[in-house]
């Protein structure tokens, strides 16, 4: 690897010394929303899609993707550690500012009724449900959808014609953009010196990436050590490996081997980056890429690894 190159050292320490708390606050003062949105089995129910669509053409600076991507990659970490399901759902409230359910089948009827009982992921639920069950006196209605129409900021629940779905998304975007959950700095977890959320450790370690990348994990966490002081020690290496497996689970990174090491490289700039606030932070670092890249083009091995890189990504 070229990571002990004169030409990488010296772009990295440049990185490195633009990325002061000056520049990343930028970056963390105004991140896009990210929505988790969950549904049926897509072989049989369509409206989550439908959604998808809608959202992509008209609020696009809503950062969406399906829970399930995110929800399997921390089940995984459940097998490797200690981590039990409460931890997941932390996680998951950590990472996201709205969970949209879409009550439409006995898997996502389940969903519901576990992250109802999420004190954290309850006030950021959103539930949709078909309006021929409005008035039922069932389980769902008087248990978990009358529990988050107490809580969640984004209440009350939204009942709507399944056979029309998009007819109900202008109501549900506008509590989407015009809500917040407000959460205590003393109660969430904190990362570094700059006391970043979960939320925006990730877009952070994205940063990186996309600034440096094809990058290693341990690249990654010697930096982020250096800018933000976070990134020494199993559980802050774990941290941002998990993170950056989040981020291959929802397909804004992608990951190459080369000589038995992972390099991840950012793929999906346009999902990322479309958000105003983002943008800017795109811009910062792009700027910085361009900087680095007149030492790292410089060197043989980078640039082997890079059309690599292209290759498998595209």
């Known amino acids: 690897m070229w990571y002990k190159h004169p030409r990488y050292l010296n772009a990295k320490k440049r990185f490195i010394k633009e990325s002061n708390a000056s520049t990343l606050g930028n970056l963390s003062s105004h991140l896009p929303k990210i929505i988790f949105i969950c549904g049926g089995d897509e072989k049989k129910c369509h409206n989550r899609e439908k959604i998808e669509s809608y959202l992509d053409r008209y609020h696009s600076k809503l950062l969406h993707f399906r829970a399930e991507y995110a929800w399997a990659e921390m089940s995984s970490v459940v097998s490797k550690s200690n981590t039990n399901a409460l931890d997941l759902e932390k996680w998951l409230a950590g990472f996201s500012d709205a969970v949209v359910i879409l009550v439409e089948s006995f898997g996502t009827v389940a ?47 939204v009942y709507t014609d399944f056979s029309t779905i998009l007819t109900c998304m202008p109501e549900v975007v506008s509590r989407l953009e015009a809500k917040t959950v407000y959460k205590s700095r003393d109660l969430e977890d904190r990362f570094g010196n700059l006391e970043f ?102 060197i043989p091995e980078f640039n082997e690894t890079l059309r690599k890189v292209d290759k498998n990504v595209a």
């Open 111 to 157: 969903e519901l009724g576990a992250f109802s009982i999420s004190d954290p992921l309850r006030k950021k639920l959103l539930p949709i449900l078909d309006k021929k069950f409005q008035n039922d006196d069932s389980f769902i209605n008087t248990g978990p959808i009358r529990w988050v129409d107490n809580d969640s900021v984004y209440k009350p629940s």
């Open 197 to 298: 959320s979960r939320k925006e450790l990730m877009f952070f370690i994205l940063y990186i990436v996309t600034a440096l990348g094809p990058i290693s994990a341990k690249e990654i966490c010697d930096i982020s050590h250096s800018i933000i002081d976070y990134g020494k020690g199993a559980k802050h290496k774990n941290e941002i490996s998990f993170i950056l497996s989040l981020c291959i689970a929802l397909r804004l990174v992608e990951f190459t081997v080369i000589d038995e090491t992972k390099l991840f490289t950012c793929v999906d700039y346009v999902k990322l980056y479309r958000h105003e606030s983002t943008k800017r932070a795109l811009r910062l670092s792009q700027h910085l890429r361009a900087r680095c890249l007149s030492d790292l083009l410089l």
